[in-house]
């Protein structure tokens, strides 16, 4: 019997794919299920093969599952990258990059779309936003990437509608990259609402089938547009005309499990891959976006104010060492938010803690519970009642009598957002307060429904963290509160205030979106800290430029570029001495990187490991060689220690 030799990607610690045999040719692209190990295992062909000299040792595939390719070179192409980059295996990414039920082997589904309704919006668009569209249009079918910078509540959303619009009826499709699943939802439905064409929709919020459809409609050309998340960046798209990145500088474009990927960076080079633009919009662009258009790499178009007459919010500072928070509200902000409801408005109040209250204390002895397994202390949480760990999510029952003193007086210090809703709820009984965290979003839809009472403009006060922060309009929200500023500025990390800053842009731009006049206040004890006061003049470019004189001063990104090499291990000793051997093997290429390191991860102790870190600082191609000359990284061990590698980390944890 004749045999064919073909090249398949498998899962696993593998850079190449390996070779297995056939009775049939088979095309790259195409599923096949193949032995390894002992296993069996879905792998994904990558083409002919050259015959293998030890013959004997090559297995055959068991099965073939498709009967023409789910992914296409195109598609390859940006994964190799990807894999190159990031240092991952080929085949581990690029069956990530597939839905899970293709993944596993299923059967391809039928795709499904939803179509698009055609109702053009009853106001013209602004000057601003006409020389957006056009600029970008002019650059159909060629490689350029714009920053499309705008104030929020500007109109960058209507930018990518008509864009959307425009693409369709050159018969090409559109990625919509969004940061949250949160936000999916109204992105859609604005969008689906003006579209005349099909949309479908891939985040990690619907059911893996839903997906499954969507990435199938997107590979075979019948959806017109791909609304997603982070991972919806790998769906193929054969005529990919136009990708657009939503709130670019959001963290949420990072994964931070297996291959630390940027979707928003692998975007940009997808887009030049495939000779298309790609548009980036933010009001608050990261420093990494923002330098680039400084320079003139990426075109910068700006929407400068909101359309119409509707003025830019008012943003001012409320001293807590004189108006003293009761029950984490100040007087001015309880009469603020009094003020909005009264006048039939909704308000906004924000903090970052999710739970009850952060520390529990006795205030006989100040005996304060830790973590078991980290160097941290649990959140007090009341519904349901526990002591709950957020970095290794153990917990426990709440303690009512100190362990250390036998006494009773056991107080929640600090607030998060349960206690505020608590407060709230006492505070201003006659509207509904709706809390939106971690906690109440974790159902699939939950977030819709929570909202909807406040896109139907009822009276209400959203209580929430950071969900809440990002680009959602809602109309009748006149009024924000930012209970505890001073958590955002006390960061350690050098890009501490560069989100702080890009936090309080975007809560405070939720306020005042239609009619009345935003107001936001900010709760701080540190009201004359130099960064509240460029804050305050809402004017981000001056923000960003002092950002970034500091960040030249000490070297930091986006001046360089930093990869992030982190150990694990029961015991600390094992973990500084493998990071050790590190350093050295680095420091002997003798390249102008700079190691810094090894240390103690900012929380050294977490989930009952140990963790070191090796801090790479130099130009891009530098630390991508010395990666490459000291890896692979994927996977590896010394001993008992197990390393993780981070190229452009975001955070330094
Ligand atoms: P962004 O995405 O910049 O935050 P949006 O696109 O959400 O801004 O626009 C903010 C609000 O202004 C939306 O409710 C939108 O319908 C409205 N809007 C957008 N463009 C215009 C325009 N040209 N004229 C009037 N209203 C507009
Ligand atoms: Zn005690
Ligand atoms: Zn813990």
Redesign the pocket.
């Known amino acids: 019997m004749l045999r064919f030799f073909i090249k398949v990607f498998v899962p696993g610690p593998f850079f190449e794919p390996l070779t297995y045999s056939t009775n049939a040719p088979i095309s790259p692209g195409i599923r096949v299920k193949v032995p390894l190990g002992s296993r069996e295992v879905i792998g994904l062909c990558a083409g002919k093969a050259n015959r293998p000299e030890a013959l004997d040792i090559v297995k055959s595939v068991i099965s073939v599952i498709d009967d023409e390719p789910i992914v296409s070179m195109q598609h390859q192409a940006l994964v190799d990258f990807a894999s190159d980059y990031y240092l991952a295996p080929l085949g581990d990414l690029l069956l990530s990059s597939l839905p899970t039920t293709l993944r596993k082997g299923k059967p391809i589904p039928k795709p499904k779309t939803e179509t698009g309704h055609n109702n053009s919006?009853a106001?013209?668009?602004?000057k601003d936003?006409h020389h957006a569209i056009e600029a970008v249009d002019q650059t159909a079918n060629q490689f350029r990437c714009f920053l499309l910078q705008?104030v929020?509540?500007?109109?960058?959303?209507?930018v990518f509608s008509e864009l959307i619009d425009r693409m369709i009826k050159r018969g090409q499709q559109i990625l919509l990259l969004v940061p949250e699943i949160g936000l999916t939802g109204q992105m859609v439905s604005r969008i689906q609402d003006q579209l005349d064409g099909e949309l479908c929709v891939s985040h990690s919020g619907i059911a893996d089938s839903a997906r499954t459809k969507a990435f199938i409609a997107s590979a075979r050309g019948v959806a017109d547009v791909m609304i997603g998340t982070r991972s919806a960046l790998f769906t193929p798209m054969p005529n990919l005309g136009l990708i657009l990145v939503d709130e670019e500088h959001d963290g949420a474009y990072k994964n931070q499990e297996g291959c630390r990927y940027s979707a928003r960076d692998l975007a940009i080079v997808r887009a030049k891959q495939m000779k298309i633009p790609i548009v980036l919009s933010s009001?608050t662009p990261s420093l990494e976006t923002w330098q680039q258009a400084e320079l003139g790499k990426y075109q910068r178009i700006r929407?400068s104010a909101?359309?119409?007459q509707q003025p830019q919010q008012t943003i001012s500072l409320i001293d807590a060492r004189y108006d003293k928070p009761k029950d984490g509200l100040s007087a001015a902000a309880n009469r603020a938010i009094r003020h909005a409801i009264d006048h039939g408005q909704q308000a906004l109040v924000f903090l970052n803690r999710r739970g009850y209250s952060p520390v529990l204390m006795c205030t006989d002895c100040g005996w304060i519970p830790a973590c078991k397994h980290c160097d941290a202390k649990p959140t007090l949480h009341r519904q349901p009642d526990s002591l709950w760990c957020h970095h290794c999510d153990r917990r426990q029952r709440p303690i009512s009598i100190c362990p250390e003193c036998s006494g009773r007086s056991l107080l929640a210090v600090g607030h998060g957002t349960e206690r505020l809703e608590e407060a709230l709820a006492r505070g201003f009984p006659d509207v509904p307060i709706i809390r939106v965290d971690r906690d109440t979003t974790a159902r699939r839809r939950a977030f819709e429904q929570l909202i909807q009472p406040v896109i139907d403009g009822q009276p209400c006060i959203l209580v929430g963290t950071q969900i809440l922060a990002k680009?959602h309009?809602f109309q009748k929200l006149s009024t924000v509160v930012v209970t505890d500023a001073d958590q955002g500025l006390s960061g350690a990390d050098f890009r501490s205030v560069e989100h702080f800053a890009q936090l309080l842009t975007q809560v405070a731009?939720r306020a005042g979106?239609?009619g009345a006049t935003g107001k936001v206040l900010i709760q701080t004890h540190r009201p004359e800290s130099e960064w509240f006061d460029k804050i305050l003049r809402q004017d981000y470019d001056h923000l960003a430029k002092a950002i970034f004189r500091e960040r030249l001063q000490f070297n930091w990104p986006p001046e360089s570029h930093l990869a992030l090499i982190t150990a694990r291990a029961t015991s600390s000793t094992p973990v500084f001495e493998a990071l050790e051997k590190v350093a050295n093997q680095i420091r002997a290429l003798n390249s102008p990187v700079r190691v810094l390191g090894p240390a103690p991860a900012p929380m050294e102790r977490r989930n009952r490991q140990y963790h070191g870190q090796l801090l790479i600082l130099g130009k891009r191609s530098l630390i991508q060689w010395v990666l490459k000359e000291t890896g692979p990284w994927a996977y590896k061990k010394l001993g008992k220690v197990v390393f993780q590698l981070d190229v452009d980390p975001r955070d330094l944890w």
């Open positions: 919006p106001y013209q668009l602004t936003q705008g929020t509540g500007s109109g960058k959303t209507q009001a929407l909101r359309p119409g680009g309009d731009g979106r239609h």
